[in-house]
Structure formats: C-alpha cells, structure tokens
C-alpha cells in the first residue's frame, strides 16, 4: 500500500513558478514509476509528466521545457518543478504510482493523491 500526498499548489501570476511535491509512504517508492495527472475544470483528467524508477523521463507536448519531473528515493519524494506558467495550466494536479509499464495511461496507476490546486492568473 503506497499513500501519496501533494502539496506546493497555490496562486501564481502567468510567466511565473511553482514546485509542486508529492510524499510517498511505503518502503517500497524507489521501485514505482511516478506520474504528475491534471484536471481542469470541466475537462478530463490528462497525463502531465512521469518518472520511471530507473530515471527516464516522460513530458505530456504542451509542458516540455517548461516542467521538469524528478525524484529522491531517499525522501520518498516526487517533485514537478514547474516554470513559464500559462492560464491553461490551471488545474488540479495529482500523483501517482504505477508498477506497470505505460506511464502516459491513467489506468496504469495503482495509487493516486488527493491533489493540490494550482492557479495560474492572467
């Protein structure tokens, strides 16, 4: 059982940043892949970022070179650095972790977070 916690969301002005953080339990983290989900409102749920237990990297196109996905095994900690932020990045924003290998498909996730809210201003 892995349980996942977000946190780092808030209000910030088009252009600027935020690090978004997601706690994992279970001493099992460094062998999950982890997934960034967002849902807009009215919209689906959609795949942001990903980072396989091995390092690789994964970037939804509309996010590539802006976000940046990383991890600490040792914090059990995924990170979504994300920067140039845009109006249509607001969302609400989940992590996941997935055992399995198709890290772009929500189905795959075994375990998800509650979600953190982030609010990009125009």
């Known amino acids: 059982q892995v349980q996942l916690v977000e946190s780092g969301g808030g209000l910030v002005q088009a252009g600027g940043s935020l690090r978004l953080s997601c706690a994992a339990s279970?001493?099992?983290?460094?062998?999950?892949?982890m997934g960034w989900f967002r849902q807009a409102p009215g919209k689906e749920r959609e795949f942001v970022a990903a980072i396989r237990w091995s390092g690789t990297t994964y970037y939804e196109d509309s996010v590539k070179g802006r976000f940046s996905i990383s991890r600490d095994n040792a914090k059990n900690t995924v990170y979504l650095q994300m920067n140039s932020l845009k109006p249509e990045d607001t969302a609400v924003y989940h992590c996941?972790?997935?055992?399995?290998?198709?890290?772009?498909?929500?189905?795959?996730?075994?375990?998800w977070g509650q979600g953190t809210q982030v609010t990009v201003s125009s």
């Open positions: 996941a972790a997935s055992s399995l290998y198709n890290v772009r498909e929500q189905s795959t996730y075994d375990y």
């Open positions: 279970g001493r099992t983290f460094s062998s999950y892949n």
